[in-house]
């Protein structure tokens, strides 16, 4: 016991190795010891009674492994968001649900160019003796009411196509899409566009009939157009043709057929040039729409002026385009015995200065879409101003007659 207490005290006294060499030749040395346990006997050695394991072999069976499909308490779990069924809408939520694939706000596109030709033809009716001038309501109410179903029937019928080519699958801007959310089966939307075609179409051979054998030839291109610019293989919106499209049916197609349904025939000789107006900012907002869907629509190998030209160079287009109809309104209202009173469109130029900042500094699809909601609202006020300013200067002369007509005798 005393040599066991010495050795601590001798291990103290052993002089601090402080050279390098030294404590490399201590280590060798404690690598080569070998230690030992101390020895521990066999009785110290922890075990468990054989009747405890007797017992919990016994509880076995109540440790059993059920499956947790076999209990009625777990249930699958409610998903956080549901997409809705169509046997689960309310009438409301479907009357919502279909408005959007209508697309109503791109209802203007349509209905100002039927407002703009019937006024035009309208205005020389305008004399002396009949200063209200003679304006044909059913014809008009008929060429609005086709008009909005053949733009119904192409909307859906566009969100047909789209799913079936996998265009728009993710792209929240896009309208409609009625389809890709699952709101609507594919071949509702499809039924629906075909009878609201059908209804547009004959609805339009019976207003046409007072226009001539000219507006069935502007209908027939009309609803061809509507209908091939999305649909078979290779539809007329995949290659590039979009915004000519936009142009043609939404300018003179739509503007001179409304202006000989409302003159029986006889088509006004300024019609024309009036009718590239609307057609020049519907070709405007179908291109914004497709500098907006520009990545999207390259990825699926969609053909449009925007994906063609790039970016800069849709901004460019953009650009050419809008100036366009300002610069031919300025021509159709300043000459000598020109109709000044349309230069009231001029009053857009705020809304179109705005446009035109945010086409040039956006790159992203929400400011595209904001520039195409603008655009929408100064096609709206332009026509409207340009069509008030048509009725203000046919009327001005006519002024002292009106009271006469409304009272006779006076």
Do not use: C
């Not at 009411?145 to 993710?170: K, M, P």
């Not at 179908?286 to 990825?299: G, K, Y």
């Amino acid at each position: 016991m005393e040599q066991e207490e010495q050795a601590p005290q001798h291990l103290e006294k052993t002089p601090d190795y402080t050279s390098d060499q030294t404590r490399e030749d201590r280590r060798s040395q404690a690598a080569t010891q070998v230690v030992a346990a101390d020895a521990v006997g066999a009785e110290e050695v922890p075990t468990i009674p054989i009747g405890s394991l007797q017992t919990i072999n016994a509880l076995q069976p109540e440790v059993s492994v059920h499956s947790v499909a076999s209990m009625f308490q777990v249930q699958s779990p409610t998903p956080l968001v549901v997409q809705p069924e169509e046997y689960r809408l309310t009438l409301g939520e479907q009357f919502q649900i279909w408005r959007d694939g209508l697309r109503p706000a791109y209802l203007p596109l349509a209905l100002l160019p039927v407002v703009l030709g019937s006024v035009l033809a309208w205005v020389p009716t305008v004399t002396a003796k009949r200063p209200l001038g003679q304006f044909a309501w059913t014809p008009f109410i008929g060429a609005i009411l086709v008009a909005l179903f053949l733009q119904f029937g192409a909307n859906l019928l566009n969100d047909y196509y789209d799913y079936l080519r996998g265009i728009d699958t993710s792209n929240q801007f896009a309208p409609g899409g009625l389809i890709q959310q699952r709101l609507i089966k594919p071949k509702r939307i499809l039924t629906s566009s075909l009878l609201l075609f059908a209804i547009g179409s004959v609805l339009g051979i019976f207003v046409a009939l007072r226009g001539g054998g000219l507006v069935f030839l502007f209908g027939l291109l009309a609803i061809a157009a509507a209908y091939f610019y999305s649909a078979t293989s290779r539809p007329l919106a995949t290659l590039g043709f979009g915004p000519v499209i936009a142009f043609i049916v939404f300018g003179p197609l739509a503007t001179l057929s409304s202006n000989l349904i409302q003159s029986a025939g006889h088509l006004t000789n300024s019609a024309f040039l009036y009718s590239l107006l609307p057609g020049l900012l519907a070709a405007v907002i179908i291109h914004t729409n497709d500098l907006r869907d520009l990545e999207e629509d390259a990825q699926a190998k969609k053909r449009t002026p925007a994906t063609l030209l790039g970016l800069q160079g849709g901004r460019w287009l953009f650009l050419l385009l809008v100036l366009s109809a300002y610069v031919l309104v300025v021509l159709l209202g300043f000459p000598n015995k020109a109709p000044h009173w349309i230069l009231l469109a001029l009053w857009t130029l705020p809304t179109l200065v705005v446009a035109i900042t945010g086409i040039f500094r956006t790159d992203n699809p929400a400011g595209f879409h904001t520039v195409m909601r603008q655009m929408l609202s100064l096609e709206t006020a332009f026509i409207l101003l340009l069509v008030a300013g048509l009725i203000i200067n046919t009327l001005i002369p006519v002024l002292p007659h009106i009271p006469e007509h409304l009272i006779p005798g006076i």
